[in-house]
């Protein structure tokens, strides 16, 4: 059984707190059994980059996020969601993406968190530009093959 929730959707390019935003979608809540946080970080590549920029279709983003976000609590009785994306120059240890499912039990939790980041690596109007600690500007980020993999398993 699915239970509706509206999810917490923002695309910002201020950073975000986990702890704080953890504590905001539980605030005077007592029927969350299990809360699954990911975040997903900027990677330094190997110590070339500089910086990773990522730009976005405003708006756009928004509507497929939480699109992607209807369809998890849809499949999983979710008791809050909650997804954060950041667009801009984001250095290397910096928070890129939150995805924060709540649900009674904690299987509900994971498989919705995992969706969502299946699908937004997938299907988020989100565009990467790699900046190289040598000051050039680097590569566009291809998508890979290995993500569309991972969302193609939730087509059966």
């Keep these: 059984m ?3 929730v509206t999810p917490l959707v923002r695309v910002q390019a201020e950073d975000f707190d986990v702890g704080a935003e953890t504590a905001l979608l539980c605030q005077g809540r007592t029927d969350i059994g299990a809360i699954v946080a990911f975040t997903g970080l900027c990677r ?3 110590g070339k980059l500089a910086a990773l920029e990522l730009e ?3 708006g756009m983003a928004e509507a497929e996020i939480s ?3 209807k369809q998890a609590s849809a499949r999983w009785p ?5 997804v954060i994306h950041r667009h801009g120059k984001i250095c290397p240890g910096g928070n890129i993406v939150l995805v924060i499912a709540a649900s009674t039990h904690r299987q509900a939790a994971f498989e919705a968190a995992s969706f969502i980041m ?5 299907r988020a109007p989100f565009w990467k530009k790699e900046w190289m600690k040598d000051g050039t500007a680097g590569n566009w980020v291809d998508a890979k093959e290995v993500d569309d993999m ?7």
Excluded: M, N, Q
Excluded at 118 to 122: A, E, G, S, V
């Design 78 to 82: 979710l008791s809050g969601l909650s």
């Design 67 to 69: 699109r992607i976000c």
């Design 150 to 156: 991972a969302s193609e398993r939730w087509e059966t």
């Design 44 to 46: 330094d590549e190997g």
């Design 118 to 122: 299946d699908f937004l690596k997938t």
């Design 56 to 58: 976005h279709y405003p």
């Design 2 to 4: 699915s239970v509706h």
